[in-house]
């Protein structure tokens, strides 16, 4: 897997390469555009488990994507290891309480 690293808001200062970001444009394996990444989730031990995918062109709602599933990150755009298809079988979000 290529991949830059996942950094966190307070390691934000440190060079180490492309990071998730929301408003980057995400890209299936062939890259065909999937959405737009919209927030990055973070574990109870602030770690990131994944980020929240939104589909402008569909009904709006959030798509949980595990960071396992990412290819590659640039500074524009993040690919995965998912197709339309797979995004289409995504579970919309539900923030736990």
């Not at 390469?17 to 394996?29: K, Q």
């Not at 500074?75 to 919309?92: C, G, H, Y």
Request: hydrophobic letters at 35%.
């Amino acid at each position: 897997m290529r991949c830059g690293k996942l950094r966190r808001r307070e390691d934000a200062q440190k060079p180490t390469g492309p990071e998730l970001r929301r408003g980057m444009t995400l890209l299936s394996s062939t890259k065909e555009e999937l959405g737009t990444l919209a927030a990055v989730v973070e574990n109870a031990a602030g770690e990131v488990s994944g980020f929240l995918l939104v589909r402008p062109q569909k009904q709006f709602e959030y798509l949980l994507v595990a960071v396992g599933l990412i290819e590659e990150i640039t500074e524009e755009a993040v690919t995965v290891q998912l197709t339309t298809t797979d995004v289409d079988a995504l579970p919309p979000y539900h923030r736990s309480p």
